[in-house]
Every structure is written in structure tokens, then in C-alpha cells.
């Protein structure tokens, strides 16, 4: 790959290949450095011919399987299955890539035109009775194969796979199966596009005397009143059902009927009885996911998702929640009670309620811990922040990021790092892409230009990606980051060093973690970010140079359980109304508002606090985490143990901790059940208790 680089002039690799207009870039092998996406030479003309390209290939790949005279073996079958579409995922991992990162009107037409392609494509993969036929005869006699350990999971995966899609069924199940599945994405449309309508359009609280701004910051204002020319109210200040808007609202304005106004409109979105109301949507959703798990052979909705989680049963993940649910409410309590004290001590004659608690949360903070954010963030240049996660994957794991300005990037602000193990080996490639633009999807996500790979037993590296949205530079300051961004950051951060580390022969199983597993790997990176040591390496004050003081890193780690009892309570009630409305084992006709009430009862809601997502704007579990709301939880109970098993050895970079956990998780996670490679890493089952102490509840 070296020899590569060297054969590429320089001046090639700026100016690019434009002038040869003859090959689509994605139909040859990229002649760049580590044969990174040529991004310089790939044009919007070349995505559909590819796409098109890429699903005949690979239909052809599939034909070729079926079509093999040979007995079904692992190599012509599963292997040649798990090796197919590579054209296809080629210019699938650019194109979706670009459409988050840096879009445009013409991608998003490109998006729109590929999409029922692709789907369908996939629909002829997985409903294809020929190959579910050659690879279940595979499964049945994989005892006989004399296969490893890995090529057995494979075959099981594949197979599970093509039955939790209903390959089992007798045409008349397949049908029902096709038929659910149709109104299930139909009325998923239709709950999305009804919950954008009530957050975008149909509520605003517009201001127009300034008064009505007491309390709000410059900078809040300001917003508002560019919002408010958004909708047409120039010269006024419109705030919105949005969470960057609503929040600071709820926060800092001192008019408490005005909080009550635009928190109920949140709290009451899709639930009007107008043609917007999501109620009936929801149940239906219920009842034909109820009707769909049956046919597959499961008890309800939640035991169909869960089995194949770490969680297994829906009865592990209704226990682990309560058992947190009981500290989290007492804590939750005692500020709720310190909060009342202060609007008793201020004189308000009233009880606080739902839209009170962000202001008065706000009061018991500066009062608790005297610690504000702009105090925090001129030790949080970017550039030192970035340094701070590169160091401590040193520490751990050994590795190197050395910046390359050699290789062609999306956009000029994307940098490019090689990562190498002991300074020498390549392990692959990470891209930073830290700032907003117009054409950036919103939000922090970690993503792949190429995942790892074996071809032909050869290693083919990742090149890992991170996209974001942090604060910008301005003319004055380098970009200062909040604590919230610094987390992000390393968040994001471990999701890539999980996609750097991968290591397996087959794309089934290699990284492919079970989703309550999936957050392990990033969330733990957040541990480190707030250590005293970590803090003392990277925060230094941008025009000092001077370490945080230690005051401040004291301050910045108490404050760090602050307020956890009110979002710990918000996101267990929503998760378990997630389980709770899939918990029908047949279908049925129930009151939606009284079953969520009901719901809530069951878990001694108070009446202060509402879940994080009431079920008319529960879109999590319309979309794709549908009794899987309490997988971040879940993967916090990982890795809060997790980062215990540095502590204990009394330090946080321990080696041969930070070996197991790269080898057993990192590396080979996908490689088992979650609990067994959990048990290889750790030695142990992990403990709740770590948890409940990061969260102050213990
Ligand atoms: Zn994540």
C-alpha cells in the first residue's frame, strides 16, 4: 500500500484525475494511498450507474450460488454469500457517507432514486427461498461440516437471519408476514411525517414584548428572533418545539406561564384528536407487531427483539429497570423537595411542576456546585481536546495517529489521521469532520468509508469516519468546546477505535456486536475523558497553556451527578413504556392515554416528571428501536464496569486490562454471545453497582 503512495505524484493527487473522464472511480480499484475514496475525482453522475452496477453484481453473485450444482457447503454458500456485493457496499459506504456529512439537493434526488432499488434488492436477498434452501441445508448439517468456531456462528447467523424474516413461514404466513410489514412502514410514514408537522409547524410561542424575555441570555434571544423570521415574524422572538430551542426557553425564562404554554405544547404533540393525532397509530403499530412475532413463533413483540439481544428475555431488562428505577426516583425526589425549597424561600406560592423543573434545576446547580460552563470552556480548545483522545488510546492501546495531508478529503475542513499499532503497523485510517454546515445532517455520528475485511485471506484496514457538529472557531477564539461537546467527542471517539480494532474473516459476525453491546465501546471513552490526570494532560487554557486548576477539575467532577435522578426517572419511564407497549401477547383495543397512565403507575411516576417520549411521539420505537429504548442503560451497566476494571488495578491505563478489553470486545465481540465475551474480558458478570455510583445513587 506504501508502494501505492509512492507511485502517485503529487500533483496528481491535488489536481486529480478530473481530466479522465472515461472510468467511473468506483468500477476500478481507487488508485489513491491506502485506497482511500478518491473523493477529488468521484462526481454526482457516478452514484446511480454504481448503485445499479453494484445490485446486478451481486444478483448475479447470489444466482451464481444458487445455481451451483455442488452440494451446499460453507464455502459455496454462506462464504460465498458473506463475500458478495462489494461493488455495492463500495459505493453504498461513500454515497451515505456524503449524504450525512455533505449533502445537497442533487444528493438527496440521488438518495430518493436508489432507495426502493436498494430495497428491493435486499428484499430479493432475504426473501429468496432458493438460497434460504441451500444455506438451511448448511445449517442442518454444520455439525457434520468440520467447521471452526467462527464459520459455525456464521452459518447460525445467516440462518437466524432468514427466519426472523419469516424464510419458515408456508406462503400463506409469508403472506400475512409481506402484509403486516407493508402497514407497518405505512403507518411508521405516517407517525413521522404527523410528529414533524406538530414539532415544525402547527405550535410556536411567539414573543413580541421584550419583557417576556426576562431571564434569557443574549445569545438565546438572538436565536429567537432569527427563528422568528424563519416563520415569517420579523422583529419578534418565536421559540419552538425543538429541544434546542424549547430547552434554554424552559431553563432560564423567569415567565412561568409562558413555560407552561410551550411545554405542554411539546408534551401534548400528536395527542389533539385532530387529523395529527398519532394515539390510534401507535396501537395499531402494537397490535400488528403483536401479530407479527406470534406468526414467527414468539410470545410477544419483546421477546422476538430481546432474544437476539445480550438481554435475551424481556424479563432480564423489566428487572435491571426497576432495580435502577428505585435509587434513580429517590433521587430525583430530594432535588424535586431542594427545588421546592427554593420557590418556598422565593416567596412563589406554588407547587413546582413539569415546566418548572429545568429553571429551578438551573438555581440548585449554580447554588450546589457554583460552576459555569464558560468558566469550563477555554480549556476545551478542540485541538487540545482532540489531542486528549488521541493520548489516551495511546496510553491503552499503543497506537499512533500521525496526520496526513496527502490523501484526498470530502471538504477542506476533514482531517485525516493514519493510525498504526506500536508505531509501526497500519491499522487503518480516521477522518475528523468536527463542524456544522448547511449541508450536515444534525447531531454526532462515527461511520465508515471501508470496513474491515478479509479478501482472499489478505487483511483490507478500515477507514473509520466521525462527523459532527461542535462549536466553531470564530474570528477572535479557536473553537471552545461545552463538556457536553468534549463527551461527544470521545464518544464518537470509541465507536471508531471499535471499527479501527475489528478484526475477523467473515462481515457477518466480525464488530457485530448485539445492540445493547453497541454503546460499550463508545460510552466507556467518556469515563477517561473526565479523569483528573486525563483532564491534566488536555485541558490547558488556550491562551495560557496552563492546566485546568484543580478546583475546577473537583468542580466539574461533582457536578458530573447533577440532576441524574430527573433523566435517569424521564428515560426508564420511556423505555418501559417502549417494553410495556410491546408486551401484548395478542392483539388488543385498549384506551392509549389510560394504558401509558397505567404504565406510568406501575412504576410510581411522579407526577413532575413525564417520560423522556410519551407515546404519541415515541418515534424511537416506530423507527428502528422499537423494545430497544434500553439498550444506552443497558451498555451503561457495561461499561460503568468496565471502566471499573481499570480502577481496581488502581490504574486507568492498565495494560493488560486494556489488552483483554481490546482483544475480547474491541476486536472479537462480534465473535459470541455479549455475555461471553463480556465473561473473556472482565472474568466476571458485570455489576450494577458501579452504575448506580457514576450516577450518584449509590
Ligand atoms: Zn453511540
Known amino acids: 500500500m506504501r508502494k501505492l503512495f ?16 472515461t472510468d467511473n472511480p468506483f468500477f476500478s480499484e481507487y488508485k489513491t494511498p491506502f485506497k482511500v475514496p478518491p473523493f477529488n475525482e468521484i462526481k454526482l453522475e457516478h452514484y446511480v450507474p454504481a448503485f445499479e452496477k453494484g445490485i446486478e453484481e451481486q444478483q448475479n453473485e447470489i444466482d451464481a450460488i444458487i445455481s451451483n450444482p455442488e452440494q451446499p457447503n460453507f464455502s459455496n454458500t454462506i462464504l460465498a454469500l458473506d463475500k458478495s456485493g462489494r461493488l455495492l457496499s463500495k459505493v453504498s459506504s461513500v454515497f451515505y457517507s456524503l449524504n450525512g456529512a455533505e449533502t445537497s439537493p442533487e444528493m438527496q434526488a440521488i438518495a430518493r432514486q436508489v ?19 441451500r444455506i438451511k441445508a ?181 428487572s435491571f429497570l426497576n432495580e435502577v428505577m428505585t435509587p434513580a426516583l429517590e433521587a430525583a425526589i430530594r432535588d424535586r423537595d431542594a427545588m421546592q425549597a427554593i420557590i418556598d424561600r422565593e416567596g412563589g406560592s406554588f407547587k413546582l411542576a413539569p415546566w418548572d423543573w429545568w429553571f429551578y434545576a438551573e438555581k440548585l446547580k449554580k447554588e450546589k456546585y457554583n460552576l459555569d460552563e464558560a468558566e469550563l470552556k477555554p480549556y476545551f480548545k478542540l485541538e487540545n481536546v482532540r489531542n486528549g483522545m488521541f493520548y489516551v488510546a495511546s496510553q491503552l492501546y499503543g497506537i499512533t495517529f500521525t496526520k496526513r495531508t496527502d490523501l484526498p478529503v470530502y471538504h477542506p475542513e476533514v482531517e485525516v489521521f493514519e493510525v498504526k499499532d506500536d508505531g509501526s503497523n497500519h491499522v487503518g485510517l480516521l477522518y475528523l469532520d468536527y463542524h456544522p454546515r448547511p449541508g450536515k445532517r444534525v447531531g454526532a455520528w462515527c461511520g465508515r468509508f471501508r470496513q474491515q475485511t478479509y479478501e482472499n485471506g489478505e487483511k483490507i484496514t478500515p477507514i473509520v469516519t466521525i462527523v459532527a457538529n461542535l462549536t466553531r472557531p470564530t474570528e477572535t477564539t479557536p473553537a471552545l468546546l461545552t463538556w457536553d461537546e468534549v463527551e461527544t467527542l470521545f464518544h464518537e471517539f470509541g465507536h ?16 457485530n456486536v448485539p445492540r445493547d453491546m453497541v454503546e460499550l465501546p463508545s460510552q466507556i471513552m467518556e469515563h477517561w475523558a473526565s479523569q483528573p490526570q486525563v483532564l491534566r494532560y488536555y485541558a490547558k487554557h488556550y491562551q495560557t497553556g496552563e492546566s485546568m486548576p484543580d478546583e475546577l477539575i473537583a468542580k466539574l467532577q461533582r457536578s458530573s451527578t447533577f440532576n441524574q435522578g430527573f433523566a435517569t426517572v424521564e428515560y426508564i419511564a420511556a423505555a418501559i413504556l417502549d417494553l410495556d407497549w410491546h408486551s401484548f401477547t395478542e392483539p388488543k383495543q385498549v ?26 411521539y415515541f418515534n424511537h420505537i416506530v423507527g428502528g428501536y422499537a423494545s430497544g429504548y434500553y439498550v444506552y442503560l443497558w451498555a451503561e451497566v457495561l461499561d460503568s464496569d468496565a471502566f471499573n476494571a481499570f480502577v481496581e488495578t488502581g490504574d486507568i491505563f492498565n495494560r493488560q486490562v486494556s489488552a483483554k ?6 476486536a472479537e465481540g462480534g465473535n459470541n454471545d455479549g455475555m461471553i465475551q463480556y465473561l473473556k474480558f472482565r472474568g466476571k458478570a458485570p455489576s450494577i453497582d458501579p452504575l448506580l455510583q457514576n450516577r450518584g445513587f449509590k
Request: with cysteine.
Open 591 to 616: 384506551d392509549v392515554l389510560e394504558f401509558e397512565q397505567q404504565s406510568m403507575k406501575q412504576i410510581n411516576l411522579i407526577p413532575e416528571i413525564y417520560p423522556r417520549y410519551r407515546t404519541s
Open 661 to 666: 478489553f481490546r482483544k475480547y470486545i474491541l
Open 115 to 133: 432507495a426502493p432499488k436498494v430495497t428491493a434488492h435486499r428484499d430479493n436477498i432475504n426473501l429468496n427461498d432458493k438460497l434460504f434452501k
Open 496 to 511: 471508531a477505535l471499535h471499527g479501527l480494532f475489528t478484526d475477523g474473516p467473515y462481515d457477518r459476525i466480525a464488530g
Open 138 to 318: 448448511v445449517y442442518d448439517n454444520r455439525a457434520n461440516l468440520n467447521l471452526d468456531s467462527l464459520q459455525l456462528r456464521t452459518v447460525e447467523k445467516y440462518y437466524d437471519d432468514f427466519v426472523r424474516n419469516g424464510a419458515n413461514l408456508d406462503d400463506n404466513g409469508k403472506a400475512k408476514l409481506r402484509d403486516i410489514n407493508q402497514k407497518l412502514s405505512q403507518l411508521g410514514l405516517k407517525f413521522g411525517e404527523n410528529l414533524l408537522d406538530e414539532t415544525n409547524k402547527n405550535f410556536i410561542l411567539i414573543i413580541d414584548k421584550p419583557k417576556d424575555l426576562d431571564g434569557l441570555s443574549k445569545d438565546i434571544i438572538d436565536a429567537a428572533a432569527i427563528t422568528a423570521k424563519q416563520y415569517g415574524y420579523e422583529g419578534k422572538w418565536v421559540f419552538t418545539l425543538q429541544k434546542p430551542s424549547m430547552i434554554p426557553f424552559l431553563q432560564y425564562s423567569t415567565k412561568r406561564d409562558l413555560r407552561e404554554k410551550l411545554y405542554t405544547g411539546y408534551v401534548m404533540r400528536c395527542n389533539n384528536n385532530d387529523k395529527f393525532d398519532n394515539k390510534a397509530i401507535l396501537l395499531e403499530i402494537a397490535n400488528l407487531r403483536t401479530q407479527k412475532a406470534k406468526l414467527l413463533g414468539y410470545e410477544t413483540y419483546n421477546h422476538y427483539v430481546i432474544s437476539n439481544n445480550m438481554a435475551k428475555t424481556p424479563d432480564a431488562v423489566y
Open 6 to 21: 509512492l507511485l502517485i505524484p503529487l500533483a496528481a493527487m491535488v489536481y486529480g484525475f478530473t481530466t479522465i473522464k
